[in-house]
């Protein structure tokens, strides 16, 4: 079983008629709680941080690369955490395999993967406090109208997410929750 989620298009009066885009993945359901396979090992959590699988279609024409992210918006600091980034994706790539955040020939060549707010690069999985409400984990896939985001592997979530605001053409998103 696939979840899809239908994308939104940044700028629909200045891009031409498509399909919207899709993101799927057979290991994050929309709605649903992750897995323990991709809960984060560490902070108490214990679980396997394994990235994972995603594929995704219906990109925009003039579509050059793309970029992924994970993002907590339920965070009690306020401003979200960053759990993953990945950028500069080839844009005939469309999708990644589970764990391609760990294998060293996991990602295709040239993709990126920026800091997450643990401080290092690569993906970091959920592993919110305690007690709390099950938090949402919004994995997001941008459409991009360059082919390489001008950000080096040290860049930080924010520094990535205003990135793809200004050069993103489309998105599609799977929002997963986890809470202990």
Not at 33 to 44: C, K, N, S, T, W
Not at 86 to 114: C, D, K, T
Request: proline share 8%; aromatic share 8%.
């Amino acid at each position: 079983m696939r979840a899809l989620i239908l994308g939104t298009v940044f700028a629909a009066a200045a891009t031409p008629a498509f399909a919207e885009m899709l993101l799927a993945s057979t290991d994050v359901k929309a709605g649903s709680p992750m897995a323990v396979a991709q809960v984060f090992d560490g902070y108490g959590c214990t679980g396997k941080n394994i990235s994972p699988s995603l594929s995704w279609s219906g990109e925009p024409a003039g579509t050059q690369s793309f970029a992924i992210t994970m993002f907590d918006s339920d965070a009690r600091n306020g401003a979200g955490w960053w759990h993953w980034t990945v950028f500069n994706i080839p844009a005939s790539v469309h999708g990644l395999p589970a764990g391609a955040s760990e294998r060293p020939a996991g990602l295709p060549p040239g993709a990126i993967q920026g800091r997450t707010d643990f401080g290092s690069a690569g993906y970091a999985g959920p592993c919110p406090p305690p007690g709390e409400h099950a938090h949402h984990y919004e994995i997001t896939v941008y459409a991009l109208r360059v082919p390489a985001l001008p950000l080096g592997a040290n860049a930080a979530g924010a520094e990535v997410a205003a990135s793809l605001k200004t050069n993103g053409l489309a998105t599609a998103n799977i929002v997963g929750r986890y809470g202990r």
